[in-house]
Protein backbone atom coordinates (compact mmCIF):
# COMPACT_ATOMS: atom_id res chain seq x y z
CA UNK A 1 0.00 0.00 0.00
CA UNK A 2 1.37 3.28 -1.27
CA UNK A 3 -1.44 6.32 0.16
CA UNK A 4 -2.41 6.28 3.76
CA UNK A 5 -5.60 7.48 4.83
CA UNK A 6 -5.68 11.34 4.79
CA UNK A 7 -3.18 11.45 2.08
CA UNK A 8 -3.99 14.49 -0.65
CA UNK A 9 -3.53 13.24 -4.02
CA UNK A 10 -3.62 16.57 -6.24
CA UNK A 11 -7.57 17.33 -5.94
CA UNK A 12 -8.18 14.21 -4.07
CA UNK A 13 -8.22 12.87 -0.21
CA UNK A 14 -7.68 9.12 0.34
CA UNK A 15 -10.11 7.83 2.63
CA UNK A 16 -9.17 4.08 2.54
CA UNK A 17 -7.71 0.98 0.78
CA UNK A 18 -10.21 -0.69 -1.46
CA UNK A 19 -8.02 -3.48 -2.42
CA UNK A 20 -4.76 -4.45 -4.68
CA UNK A 21 -4.46 -6.56 -7.79
CA UNK A 22 -1.53 -7.53 -10.10
CA UNK A 23 -0.81 -4.13 -11.11
CA UNK A 24 -2.59 -1.39 -9.23
CA UNK A 25 -4.16 -0.42 -5.71
CA UNK A 26 -7.23 1.25 -5.71
CA UNK A 27 -8.39 3.33 -3.23
CA UNK A 28 -11.49 4.82 -1.75
CA UNK A 29 -10.83 9.27 -1.96
CA UNK A 30 -12.71 12.39 -2.02
CA UNK A 31 -12.94 14.67 -4.76
CA UNK A 32 -11.79 18.01 -2.97
CA UNK A 33 -13.20 19.99 -5.31
CA UNK A 34 -17.00 19.07 -5.63
CA UNK A 35 -17.20 16.80 -2.01
CA UNK A 36 -17.73 13.47 -4.17
CA UNK A 37 -16.25 10.23 -3.47
CA UNK A 38 -14.33 8.51 -6.21
CA UNK A 39 -12.27 5.36 -6.33
CA UNK A 40 -8.84 5.76 -7.25
CA UNK A 41 -6.83 3.10 -9.38
CA UNK A 42 -2.65 3.72 -8.32
CA UNK A 43 -0.31 1.58 -10.08
CA UNK A 44 2.05 -0.89 -7.81
CA UNK A 45 5.29 1.11 -6.86
CA UNK A 46 7.58 -1.51 -8.03
CA UNK A 47 6.26 -1.65 -11.15
CA UNK A 48 6.59 1.91 -12.38
CA UNK A 49 9.48 1.73 -13.71
CA UNK A 50 8.35 -0.82 -16.45
CA UNK A 51 7.38 1.43 -19.45
CA UNK A 52 5.23 -1.54 -20.68
CA UNK A 53 3.25 -1.15 -17.54
CA UNK A 54 2.66 2.09 -17.82
CA UNK A 55 1.44 1.70 -21.60
CA UNK A 56 -1.04 -0.90 -20.22
CA UNK A 57 -2.17 1.82 -17.70
CA UNK A 58 -2.65 4.38 -19.88
CA UNK A 59 -4.15 2.05 -21.86
CA UNK A 60 -6.88 1.42 -19.24
CA UNK A 61 -7.63 4.88 -18.58
CA UNK A 62 -8.03 5.99 -22.50
CA UNK A 63 -10.25 3.27 -22.42
CA UNK A 64 -11.88 4.04 -19.83
CA UNK A 65 -12.28 8.10 -20.39
CA UNK A 66 -14.16 6.51 -23.99
CA UNK A 67 -16.76 4.41 -22.60
CA UNK A 68 -20.04 5.92 -21.29
CA UNK A 69 -22.77 3.05 -20.58
CA UNK A 70 -25.31 2.79 -17.18
CA UNK A 71 -24.24 -0.54 -16.93
CA UNK A 72 -20.32 0.16 -17.23
CA UNK A 73 -18.06 1.99 -14.49
CA UNK A 74 -17.47 5.29 -15.49
CA UNK A 75 -13.69 7.00 -15.96
CA UNK A 76 -13.88 10.56 -14.68
CA UNK A 77 -11.72 13.61 -16.63
CA UNK A 78 -8.83 14.07 -14.53
CA UNK A 79 -8.85 17.22 -12.50
CA UNK A 80 -7.48 21.49 -13.44
CA UNK A 81 -4.22 20.12 -11.57
CA UNK A 82 -1.55 18.51 -13.65
CA UNK A 83 -1.29 14.44 -12.34
CA UNK A 84 1.59 14.32 -9.61
CA UNK A 85 1.87 10.77 -10.68
CA UNK A 86 0.37 7.73 -12.55
CA UNK A 87 -2.90 7.13 -11.54
CA UNK A 88 -6.67 7.42 -12.91
CA UNK A 89 -10.42 8.11 -11.18
CA UNK A 90 -13.23 6.12 -11.82
CA UNK A 91 -16.91 6.51 -10.36
CA UNK A 92 -17.03 5.09 -6.99
CA UNK A 93 -20.26 2.38 -7.33
CA UNK A 94 -22.05 1.51 -3.94
CA UNK A 95 -22.31 -2.17 -3.85
CA UNK A 96 -20.99 -6.04 -3.88
CA UNK A 97 -19.04 -7.83 -6.39
CA UNK A 98 -20.70 -10.98 -7.61
CA UNK A 99 -18.52 -12.82 -6.39
CA UNK A 100 -19.06 -11.86 -1.98
CA UNK A 101 -22.48 -12.12 -3.59
CA UNK A 102 -22.12 -16.10 -4.91
CA UNK A 103 -19.85 -16.57 -2.04
CA UNK A 104 -22.74 -15.73 0.67
CA UNK A 105 -25.70 -17.35 -1.67
CA UNK A 106 -23.48 -20.20 -3.76
CA UNK A 107 -25.82 -20.11 -6.76
CA UNK A 108 -28.73 -17.61 -8.06
CA UNK A 109 -31.52 -18.39 -9.60
CA UNK A 110 -32.55 -18.49 -13.43
CA UNK A 111 -34.16 -15.37 -13.24
CA UNK A 112 -31.52 -13.96 -11.41
CA UNK A 113 -28.68 -14.90 -13.93
CA UNK A 114 -30.85 -13.62 -16.55
CA UNK A 115 -31.17 -10.33 -15.43
CA UNK A 116 -27.54 -9.95 -14.80
CA UNK A 117 -26.00 -11.16 -17.77
CA UNK A 118 -29.16 -9.04 -19.83
CA UNK A 119 -27.35 -6.25 -18.61
CA UNK A 120 -23.79 -7.69 -19.15
CA UNK A 121 -24.36 -8.56 -22.61
CA UNK A 122 -25.49 -5.05 -23.25
CA UNK A 123 -22.40 -3.07 -21.83
CA UNK A 124 -20.63 -5.63 -23.68
CA UNK A 125 -22.22 -4.99 -26.62
CA UNK A 126 -21.93 -1.05 -26.10
CA UNK A 127 -17.88 -1.97 -26.09
CA UNK A 128 -17.52 -4.12 -28.92
CA UNK A 129 -19.11 -1.59 -31.08
CA UNK A 130 -16.31 0.83 -30.23
CA UNK A 131 -13.55 -2.15 -30.84
CA UNK A 132 -12.60 -2.58 -26.86
CA UNK A 133 -12.69 -6.27 -26.09
CA UNK A 134 -12.77 -6.73 -21.80
CA UNK A 135 -11.07 -9.91 -21.85
CA UNK A 136 -11.06 -10.48 -18.10
CA UNK A 137 -15.08 -11.25 -17.48
CA UNK A 138 -15.61 -13.20 -13.38
CA UNK A 139 -17.29 -12.33 -10.46
CA UNK A 140 -14.99 -9.70 -8.93
CA UNK A 141 -15.42 -7.81 -11.97
CA UNK A 142 -19.35 -7.08 -11.75
CA UNK A 143 -20.88 -4.60 -9.54
CA UNK A 144 -24.34 -5.14 -8.37
CA UNK A 145 -25.55 -2.05 -6.66
CA UNK A 146 -28.66 -2.17 -4.24
CA UNK A 147 -31.01 -1.68 -6.68
CA UNK A 148 -29.74 -4.42 -8.88
CA UNK A 149 -27.70 -2.81 -11.31
CA UNK A 150 -25.03 -4.43 -12.81
CA UNK A 151 -21.74 -2.29 -13.59
CA UNK A 152 -18.95 -4.01 -15.24
CA UNK A 153 -15.39 -2.68 -14.23
CA UNK A 154 -11.61 -3.40 -14.50
CA UNK A 155 -10.66 -2.70 -18.21
CA UNK A 156 -6.97 -3.56 -16.90
CA UNK A 157 -6.31 -6.01 -19.63
CA UNK A 158 -8.82 -4.77 -22.25
CA UNK A 159 -7.81 -4.38 -25.60
CA UNK A 160 -8.84 -1.91 -28.58
CA UNK A 161 -8.78 -3.73 -31.73
CA UNK A 162 -5.93 -2.37 -33.70
CA UNK A 163 -3.89 -1.29 -30.59
CA UNK A 164 -0.12 -2.81 -30.58
CA UNK A 165 0.17 -5.83 -28.46
CA UNK A 166 1.96 -4.96 -24.95
CA UNK A 167 3.64 -8.08 -23.39
CA UNK A 168 5.80 -7.51 -20.11
CA UNK A 169 7.41 -10.34 -18.13
CA UNK A 170 6.60 -11.17 -15.42
CA UNK A 171 6.15 -14.02 -13.05
CA UNK A 172 2.76 -16.40 -13.62
CA UNK A 173 1.40 -15.94 -9.76
CA UNK A 174 0.39 -12.93 -10.91
CA UNK A 175 -1.79 -13.54 -13.68
CA UNK A 176 -5.29 -14.07 -12.30
CA UNK A 177 -7.30 -17.78 -12.57
CA UNK A 178 -7.92 -19.91 -16.12
CA UNK A 179 -11.27 -20.13 -14.83
CA UNK A 180 -12.76 -18.18 -17.05
CA UNK A 181 -10.13 -17.80 -19.53
CA UNK A 182 -11.11 -18.41 -23.56
CA UNK A 183 -9.72 -21.37 -25.61
CA UNK A 184 -8.01 -19.12 -28.28
CA UNK A 185 -6.87 -17.29 -25.28
CA UNK A 186 -5.17 -20.21 -24.12
CA UNK A 187 -3.68 -20.57 -27.25
CA UNK A 188 -2.91 -16.85 -27.38
CA UNK A 189 -4.93 -15.05 -29.83
CA UNK A 190 -5.73 -11.67 -29.12
CA UNK A 191 -9.08 -12.51 -28.73
CA UNK A 192 -12.70 -10.58 -29.76
CA UNK A 193 -16.02 -10.26 -28.94
CA UNK A 194 -16.96 -14.20 -29.19
CA UNK A 195 -14.08 -14.20 -26.09
CA UNK A 196 -16.24 -12.18 -24.06
CA UNK A 197 -19.01 -14.01 -24.53
CA UNK A 198 -17.10 -17.25 -23.73
CA UNK A 199 -15.96 -15.85 -20.41
CA UNK A 200 -19.88 -14.19 -19.92
CA UNK A 201 -21.24 -17.94 -20.89
CA UNK A 202 -18.58 -19.40 -17.83
CA UNK A 203 -19.78 -16.65 -15.21
CA UNK A 204 -23.72 -17.48 -15.91
CA UNK A 205 -22.78 -21.22 -15.90
CA UNK A 206 -21.21 -20.07 -12.13
CA UNK A 207 -24.08 -18.22 -10.93
CA UNK A 208 -26.35 -21.11 -11.77
CA UNK A 209 -24.58 -24.14 -10.74
CA UNK A 210 -22.16 -22.78 -7.83
CA UNK A 211 -19.19 -23.24 -9.79
CA UNK A 212 -17.48 -22.94 -13.11
CA UNK A 213 -17.66 -25.99 -15.54
CA UNK A 214 -13.99 -26.97 -15.02
CA UNK A 215 -11.72 -27.50 -12.28
CA UNK A 216 -8.25 -28.68 -11.80
CA UNK A 217 -5.34 -29.32 -9.41
CA UNK A 218 -3.03 -26.29 -11.59
CA UNK A 219 -4.14 -23.70 -13.83
CA UNK A 220 -2.72 -26.07 -16.44
CA UNK A 221 -5.28 -28.61 -15.77
CA UNK A 222 -7.92 -26.45 -16.33
CA UNK A 223 -6.56 -24.62 -19.35
CA UNK A 224 -6.66 -28.37 -20.61
CA UNK A 225 -10.11 -28.82 -19.90
CA UNK A 226 -11.11 -25.42 -21.91
CA UNK A 227 -9.50 -27.11 -24.55
CA UNK A 228 -10.64 -30.64 -24.80
CA UNK A 229 -13.27 -31.05 -22.69
CA UNK A 230 -17.10 -30.38 -22.91
CA UNK A 231 -18.69 -28.66 -19.96
CA UNK A 232 -21.37 -31.05 -17.96
CA UNK A 233 -24.57 -30.33 -19.24
CA UNK A 234 -26.76 -27.62 -17.80
CA UNK A 235 -29.79 -29.68 -19.71
CA UNK A 236 -30.18 -32.66 -17.05
CA UNK A 237 -30.63 -29.38 -14.03
CA UNK A 238 -33.80 -29.44 -13.50
CA UNK A 239 -33.94 -25.87 -12.00
CA UNK A 240 -32.16 -24.50 -15.11
CA UNK A 241 -35.05 -23.78 -18.55
CA UNK A 242 -33.79 -25.34 -20.92
CA UNK A 243 -33.71 -22.24 -23.12
CA UNK A 244 -31.41 -20.38 -21.13
CA UNK A 245 -29.36 -24.10 -21.02
CA UNK A 246 -29.18 -23.55 -24.72
CA UNK A 247 -27.87 -19.63 -24.37
CA UNK A 248 -24.97 -21.18 -21.74
CA UNK A 249 -24.16 -23.83 -24.09
CA UNK A 250 -24.30 -22.21 -26.91
CA UNK A 251 -22.22 -18.58 -25.43
CA UNK A 252 -19.24 -21.52 -24.26
CA UNK A 253 -18.96 -23.30 -27.38
CA UNK A 254 -15.15 -24.24 -27.85
CA UNK A 255 -15.08 -22.85 -31.37
CA UNK A 256 -15.77 -19.02 -32.11
CA UNK A 257 -17.71 -19.85 -34.50
CA UNK A 258 -20.17 -21.87 -33.09
CA UNK A 259 -20.95 -19.50 -30.32
CA UNK A 260 -22.99 -16.26 -30.68
CA UNK A 261 -21.59 -14.03 -33.16
CA UNK A 262 -22.24 -10.71 -31.02
CA UNK A 263 -23.35 -10.01 -27.41
CA UNK A 264 -26.86 -8.72 -28.84
CA UNK A 265 -27.43 -11.76 -29.81
CA UNK A 266 -26.94 -13.33 -26.81
CA UNK A 267 -28.77 -10.56 -25.33
CA UNK A 268 -31.83 -10.87 -27.62
CA UNK A 269 -32.04 -14.89 -26.41
CA UNK A 270 -31.86 -13.92 -23.04
CA UNK A 271 -34.75 -11.55 -23.24
CA UNK A 272 -36.38 -13.69 -25.44
CA UNK A 273 -36.14 -17.39 -24.87
CA UNK A 274 -39.41 -17.87 -26.74
CA UNK A 275 -37.74 -17.29 -30.25
CA UNK A 276 -35.61 -20.27 -29.82
CA UNK A 277 -36.43 -23.19 -31.59
CA UNK A 278 -37.14 -26.55 -30.02
CA UNK A 279 -35.29 -27.74 -32.80
CA UNK A 280 -31.87 -25.70 -31.88
CA UNK A 281 -32.44 -26.60 -28.93
CA UNK A 282 -32.20 -30.44 -29.82
CA UNK A 283 -29.29 -29.74 -32.27
CA UNK A 284 -27.13 -28.17 -29.48
CA UNK A 285 -28.24 -31.16 -27.09
CA UNK A 286 -26.83 -33.45 -29.61
CA UNK A 287 -24.09 -32.10 -30.10
CA UNK A 288 -23.58 -32.01 -26.62
CA UNK A 289 -23.93 -35.15 -26.03
CA UNK A 290 -21.34 -36.15 -28.62
CA UNK A 291 -23.48 -37.20 -31.31
CA UNK A 292 -22.04 -34.78 -33.56
CA UNK A 293 -18.71 -35.31 -32.83
CA UNK A 294 -18.51 -39.32 -32.51
CA UNK A 295 -20.54 -40.66 -35.45
CA UNK A 296 -18.44 -43.38 -35.63
CA UNK A 297 -20.01 -44.51 -32.26
CA UNK A 298 -23.32 -45.04 -33.63
CA UNK A 299 -21.84 -46.42 -37.18
CA UNK A 300 -19.91 -49.46 -34.70
CA UNK A 301 -23.54 -49.81 -32.85
CA UNK A 302 -25.43 -50.55 -36.00
CA UNK A 303 -22.56 -52.58 -37.06
CA UNK A 304 -22.30 -54.63 -33.77
CA UNK A 305 -26.64 -55.07 -34.10
CA UNK A 306 -26.16 -56.56 -37.41
CA UNK A 307 -23.43 -58.73 -36.54
CA UNK A 308 -25.25 -60.30 -33.33
CA UNK A 309 -28.19 -60.25 -35.62
CA UNK A 310 -26.61 -62.42 -38.58
CA UNK A 311 -24.97 -64.75 -35.56
CA UNK A 312 -28.33 -65.29 -33.94
CA UNK A 313 -29.81 -65.69 -37.39
CA UNK A 314 -26.94 -68.20 -38.11
CA UNK A 315 -26.94 -70.27 -34.82
CA UNK A 316 -31.00 -70.71 -35.65
CA UNK A 317 -30.31 -71.97 -38.86
CA UNK A 318 -27.90 -74.29 -38.14
CA UNK A 319 -30.12 -75.73 -34.89
CA UNK A 320 -33.01 -76.03 -37.33
CA UNK A 321 -31.08 -77.70 -39.74
CA UNK A 322 -28.96 -80.10 -37.61
CA UNK A 323 -32.78 -81.17 -35.96
CA UNK A 324 -33.37 -81.92 -39.32
CA UNK A 325 -30.32 -83.96 -39.69
CA UNK A 326 -31.34 -86.33 -36.36
CA UNK A 327 -32.19 -89.62 -37.02
CA UNK A 328 -35.50 -89.97 -35.12
CA UNK A 329 -36.48 -86.58 -36.13
CA UNK B 1 31.66 -20.67 -14.57
CA UNK B 2 29.69 -18.30 -16.91
CA UNK B 3 26.56 -16.93 -16.10
CA UNK B 4 23.84 -14.63 -17.95
CA UNK B 5 21.05 -13.08 -15.92
CA UNK B 6 17.47 -10.96 -17.07
CA UNK B 7 15.97 -8.74 -13.90
CA UNK B 8 12.23 -9.13 -14.70
CA UNK B 9 11.01 -6.48 -17.04
CA UNK B 10 11.70 -2.79 -16.65
CA UNK B 11 11.09 -3.69 -12.10
CA UNK B 12 12.90 -0.75 -10.63
CA UNK B 13 14.75 -3.71 -9.32
CA UNK B 14 14.95 -5.86 -12.57
CA UNK B 15 18.65 -4.64 -13.21
CA UNK B 16 20.16 -5.24 -9.43
CA UNK B 17 18.04 -8.72 -9.07
CA UNK B 18 20.02 -9.63 -11.92
CA UNK B 19 23.41 -8.12 -10.87
CA UNK B 20 22.99 -9.37 -6.85
CA UNK B 21 22.07 -12.98 -8.77
CA UNK B 22 25.10 -13.07 -10.12
CA UNK B 23 27.48 -11.72 -7.98
CA UNK B 24 26.19 -14.19 -5.18
CA UNK B 25 26.56 -17.19 -7.60
CA UNK B 26 29.92 -16.39 -8.55
CA UNK B 27 31.03 -15.50 -4.99
CA UNK B 28 29.52 -18.87 -3.44
CA UNK B 29 30.60 -21.04 -6.57
CA UNK B 30 34.90 -20.06 -5.82
CA UNK B 31 34.08 -19.50 -2.10
CA UNK B 32 36.93 -21.80 -0.43
CA UNK B 33 33.75 -23.04 2.19
CA UNK B 34 31.99 -24.24 -1.48
CA UNK B 35 31.10 -28.19 -1.72
CA UNK B 36 34.22 -29.74 -3.49
CA UNK B 37 32.42 -31.41 -5.96
CA UNK B 38 31.08 -28.71 -8.72
CA UNK B 39 27.33 -30.05 -8.81
CA UNK B 40 26.76 -29.13 -5.11
CA UNK B 41 28.61 -25.87 -5.13
CA UNK B 42 26.78 -25.06 -8.15
CA UNK B 43 23.28 -26.23 -6.29
CA UNK B 44 24.46 -24.49 -2.98
CA UNK B 45 25.77 -20.91 -4.89
CA UNK B 46 22.16 -21.41 -7.02
CA UNK B 47 20.16 -21.13 -3.53
CA UNK B 48 21.81 -18.39 -2.02
CA UNK B 49 22.02 -16.46 -5.22
CA UNK B 50 18.25 -16.56 -4.20
CA UNK B 51 18.67 -15.99 -0.76
CA UNK B 52 20.47 -12.77 -1.57
CA UNK B 53 17.70 -11.43 -4.02
CA UNK B 54 14.95 -11.96 -1.66
CA UNK B 55 17.02 -10.35 1.01
CA UNK B 56 17.81 -7.54 -0.80
CA UNK B 57 14.35 -7.04 -1.67
CA UNK B 58 13.17 -7.24 1.43
CA UNK B 59 15.18 -4.79 3.51
CA UNK B 60 14.77 -2.10 0.44
CA UNK B 61 10.38 -1.67 -0.19
CA UNK B 62 11.04 -0.14 -3.36
CA UNK B 63 13.00 -3.27 -4.77
CA UNK B 64 9.67 -5.14 -3.53
CA UNK B 65 8.80 -8.54 -5.61
CA UNK B 66 12.19 -7.75 -7.89
CA UNK B 67 13.12 -11.12 -9.30
CA UNK B 68 15.76 -12.48 -12.48
CA UNK B 69 16.37 -15.21 -14.40
CA UNK B 70 20.26 -17.28 -13.76
CA UNK B 71 21.43 -19.52 -16.11
CA UNK B 72 25.03 -20.73 -14.87
CA UNK B 73 27.32 -22.70 -17.05
CA UNK B 74 30.72 -24.36 -14.92
CA UNK B 75 33.58 -26.12 -16.70
CA UNK B 76 34.98 -28.51 -14.23
CA UNK B 77 37.29 -31.30 -14.95
CA UNK B 78 35.47 -33.08 -18.03
CA UNK B 79 32.42 -32.09 -17.36
CA UNK B 80 29.80 -29.27 -18.39
CA UNK B 81 27.65 -28.22 -15.34
CA UNK B 82 23.88 -26.39 -15.85
CA UNK B 83 22.13 -24.65 -12.93
CA UNK B 84 18.80 -23.05 -14.60
CA UNK B 85 16.05 -21.08 -13.79
CA UNK B 86 14.01 -18.95 -15.88
CA UNK B 87 14.05 -18.22 -19.86
CA UNK B 88 17.49 -18.08 -20.64
CA UNK B 89 19.22 -20.04 -23.07
CA UNK B 90 22.19 -22.94 -23.30
CA UNK B 91 23.10 -24.27 -26.32
CA UNK B 92 25.52 -26.38 -27.14
CA UNK B 93 26.97 -27.28 -30.41
CA UNK B 94 29.02 -30.62 -31.18
CA UNK B 95 30.91 -31.12 -34.59
CA UNK B 96 27.70 -29.53 -37.07
CA UNK B 97 24.92 -29.88 -34.62
CA UNK B 98 23.12 -27.47 -32.26
CA UNK B 99 21.23 -29.09 -29.48
CA UNK B 100 19.07 -27.07 -26.50
CA UNK B 101 20.34 -28.15 -23.51
CA UNK B 102 18.02 -26.08 -21.36
CA UNK B 103 13.88 -25.71 -20.80
CA UNK B 104 12.78 -22.58 -20.61
CA UNK B 105 10.06 -22.32 -17.61
CA UNK B 106 8.00 -19.99 -19.45
CA UNK B 107 3.74 -20.47 -19.61
CA UNK B 108 4.17 -20.75 -23.16
CA UNK B 109 7.02 -23.22 -22.86
CA UNK B 110 4.45 -24.97 -20.15
CA UNK B 111 1.64 -25.34 -22.68
CA UNK B 112 4.00 -26.50 -25.35
CA UNK B 113 5.27 -29.10 -23.16
CA UNK B 114 1.42 -30.13 -22.44
CA UNK B 115 0.80 -30.53 -25.92
CA UNK B 116 -1.94 -27.93 -25.74
CA UNK B 117 -0.48 -25.34 -28.02
CA UNK B 118 1.52 -26.06 -31.04
CA UNK B 119 5.30 -24.43 -32.07
CA UNK B 120 4.53 -22.02 -33.85
CA UNK B 121 1.47 -21.01 -31.32
CA UNK B 122 4.65 -20.94 -29.07
CA UNK B 123 6.55 -18.77 -30.74
CA UNK B 124 3.74 -15.63 -30.62
CA UNK B 125 1.94 -16.75 -27.17
CA UNK B 126 2.12 -13.91 -25.05
CA UNK B 127 3.00 -16.59 -22.35
CA UNK B 128 6.52 -16.92 -23.29
CA UNK B 129 7.18 -13.65 -21.59
CA UNK B 130 5.58 -15.20 -18.31
CA UNK B 131 7.85 -17.03 -16.29
CA UNK B 132 7.14 -20.19 -14.17
CA UNK B 133 9.77 -19.89 -12.05
CA UNK B 134 12.50 -17.19 -11.44
CA UNK B 135 15.54 -16.14 -8.70
CA UNK B 136 13.99 -14.13 -5.45
CA UNK B 137 10.22 -14.32 -5.75
CA UNK B 138 8.35 -16.18 -3.01
CA UNK B 139 8.49 -20.03 -3.26
CA UNK B 140 12.28 -21.58 -3.68
CA UNK B 141 13.05 -21.61 -7.26
CA UNK B 142 13.55 -25.35 -7.86
CA UNK B 143 16.93 -24.65 -10.54
CA UNK B 144 17.24 -27.66 -13.61
CA UNK B 145 20.72 -28.85 -13.17
CA UNK B 146 22.03 -30.65 -15.75
CA UNK B 147 25.54 -32.30 -16.38
CA UNK B 148 27.13 -33.13 -19.48
CA UNK B 149 30.80 -34.98 -20.92
CA UNK B 150 33.17 -32.05 -22.40
CA UNK B 151 34.62 -32.47 -25.70
CA UNK B 152 37.41 -30.83 -27.41
CA UNK B 153 35.93 -27.99 -29.57
CA UNK B 154 32.20 -27.88 -27.63
CA UNK B 155 30.86 -24.73 -28.31
CA UNK B 156 28.18 -23.17 -25.67
CA UNK B 157 26.22 -19.94 -26.21
CA UNK B 158 24.49 -19.21 -23.35
CA UNK B 159 21.18 -16.15 -24.21
CA UNK B 160 18.72 -14.44 -23.03
CA UNK B 161 15.28 -14.59 -24.57
CA UNK B 162 16.04 -11.20 -26.33
CA UNK B 163 17.99 -13.53 -28.78
CA UNK B 164 16.27 -16.69 -29.17
CA UNK B 165 12.82 -14.76 -29.11
CA UNK B 166 14.20 -12.98 -32.53
CA UNK B 167 16.90 -15.34 -33.40
CA UNK B 168 15.82 -19.31 -35.04
CA UNK B 169 18.11 -22.23 -33.42
CA UNK B 170 19.10 -22.94 -37.13
CA UNK B 171 20.68 -19.50 -37.37
CA UNK B 172 22.39 -19.23 -33.80
CA UNK B 173 23.99 -22.51 -35.11
CA UNK B 174 25.08 -21.36 -38.59
CA UNK B 175 26.70 -17.84 -37.21
CA UNK B 176 28.25 -19.62 -33.99
CA UNK B 177 30.00 -22.18 -36.69
CA UNK B 178 31.61 -19.24 -39.36
CA UNK B 179 32.16 -16.92 -37.17
CA UNK B 180 34.78 -16.33 -34.31
CA UNK B 181 33.23 -16.04 -30.76
CA UNK B 182 33.52 -12.25 -30.93
CA UNK B 183 32.34 -11.85 -34.01
CA UNK B 184 29.93 -14.24 -33.89
CA UNK B 185 27.99 -12.66 -30.45
CA UNK B 186 28.20 -9.44 -32.42
CA UNK B 187 26.28 -10.61 -35.41
CA UNK B 188 23.80 -12.63 -33.17
CA UNK B 189 23.23 -9.40 -31.40
CA UNK B 190 23.25 -6.94 -34.48
CA UNK B 191 20.66 -9.72 -35.94
CA UNK B 192 18.05 -10.10 -33.11
CA UNK B 193 18.31 -5.98 -33.00
CA UNK B 194 17.67 -5.55 -37.00
CA UNK B 195 14.51 -7.42 -36.41
CA UNK B 196 13.05 -5.20 -33.33
CA UNK B 197 14.98 -6.07 -30.52
CA UNK B 198 12.50 -5.03 -28.03
CA UNK B 199 14.15 -7.01 -25.41
CA UNK B 200 17.49 -6.76 -23.91
CA UNK B 201 19.69 -9.45 -25.45
CA UNK B 202 22.89 -10.67 -23.64
CA UNK B 203 25.32 -13.77 -25.45
CA UNK B 204 27.71 -15.34 -24.28
CA UNK B 205 29.67 -17.95 -27.01
CA UNK B 206 32.24 -20.31 -24.92
CA UNK B 207 34.41 -22.79 -27.19
CA UNK B 208 35.84 -25.25 -25.14
CA UNK B 209 39.87 -25.96 -25.82
CA UNK B 210 41.65 -28.79 -24.59
CA UNK B 211 40.39 -30.48 -21.51
CA UNK B 212 43.25 -30.95 -18.86
CA UNK B 213 42.86 -34.14 -17.26
CA UNK B 214 41.75 -34.08 -13.49
CA UNK B 215 43.96 -34.08 -11.12
CA UNK B 216 43.86 -35.57 -7.59
CA UNK B 217 42.88 -32.45 -6.04
CA UNK B 218 39.21 -31.03 -6.14
CA UNK B 219 36.75 -29.82 -8.58
CA UNK B 220 37.98 -26.36 -7.98
CA UNK B 221 41.36 -26.84 -9.03
CA UNK B 222 40.36 -28.53 -12.21
CA UNK B 223 38.20 -25.85 -13.17
CA UNK B 224 40.99 -23.19 -12.42
CA UNK B 225 43.50 -25.47 -14.57
CA UNK B 226 40.96 -26.00 -17.32
CA UNK B 227 40.32 -22.13 -17.33
CA UNK B 228 43.42 -21.01 -17.15
CA UNK B 229 44.43 -23.10 -19.89
CA UNK B 230 42.09 -21.69 -22.33
CA UNK B 231 43.23 -18.16 -21.62
CA UNK B 232 46.76 -18.93 -21.42
CA UNK B 233 47.41 -21.36 -23.91
CA UNK B 234 44.55 -19.57 -26.85
CA UNK B 235 43.49 -23.42 -26.71
CA UNK B 236 39.67 -21.45 -25.99
CA UNK B 237 38.23 -18.45 -25.83
CA UNK B 238 35.05 -17.57 -23.97
CA UNK B 239 33.62 -14.04 -24.77
CA UNK B 240 30.38 -11.88 -24.49
CA UNK B 241 28.54 -9.13 -25.86
CA UNK B 242 25.68 -7.47 -24.44
CA UNK B 243 23.15 -5.10 -26.06
CA UNK B 244 23.05 -1.45 -24.57
CA UNK B 245 19.60 -1.81 -22.39
CA UNK B 246 19.98 -1.38 -18.40
CA UNK B 247 18.21 -4.31 -17.34
CA UNK B 248 20.34 -7.32 -19.08
CA UNK B 249 23.46 -7.80 -16.50
CA UNK B 250 25.68 -10.57 -18.05
CA UNK B 251 28.16 -12.02 -15.67
CA UNK B 252 31.23 -13.70 -16.59
CA UNK B 253 34.17 -15.09 -14.90
CA UNK B 254 37.24 -15.51 -16.08
Known amino acids: MTLEPGERLDDYEVLRHLGSGGMSDTYLARRLSTGRLVVLKVPLPHLLSDPAVLVRFRREAEIAARLDHPHIQRGLPPGPQAASRPYMALEFIEG ?103 QLGIMMYELLTGAPPFHGDNPYAVMEQHLRTDPPSLFRRGTVPAAL ?85 | ?156 VLCTDGLWGAVEDEEIRRVVLEHSPAEACARLVALANARGGEDNITVQIVHVGRIVPPQADTGRGRLAGLLARMILGGLGAAQQCQAETPSGVPGSMP
Not at chain 1, 167 to 194: C, F, K, N, V
Not at chain 1, 307 to 328: D, E, H, K
Not at chain 2, 45 to 70: D, F, I, Y
Not at chain 2, 103 to 118: K, N, Q, W
Open chain 1, 96 to 198: RTLRDVLEERKRLAAHEVVHIAAQIADALEYCHRRGIIHRDLKPENVMLTADGQVKLMDFGIALRQGARRVTWQRLSGEIGTPDYMAPEQIQGARGDARTDIY
Open chain 2, 1 to 156: MFAIADGLGGHAGGAIASAEAVEALLEHYTSPFAPARPELALRDAMRRAHGRVLQRALSHPELNGMQTTLTALALAGRHAYIAHVGDGRVYHVRGRDLQLLTSDHSEAAELLRRGLITPAQARRHPGRHVLTRALGAGLPPRPDFTRLPLQEGDIF
Open chain 1, 245 to 329: AYVVHRAIQRDPRRRYPSAAALRDDLLHPERITPEAIALLQHHLAGGARRPWRRAVLLALITAAGALVGALLWAGAFSGLLRPGA
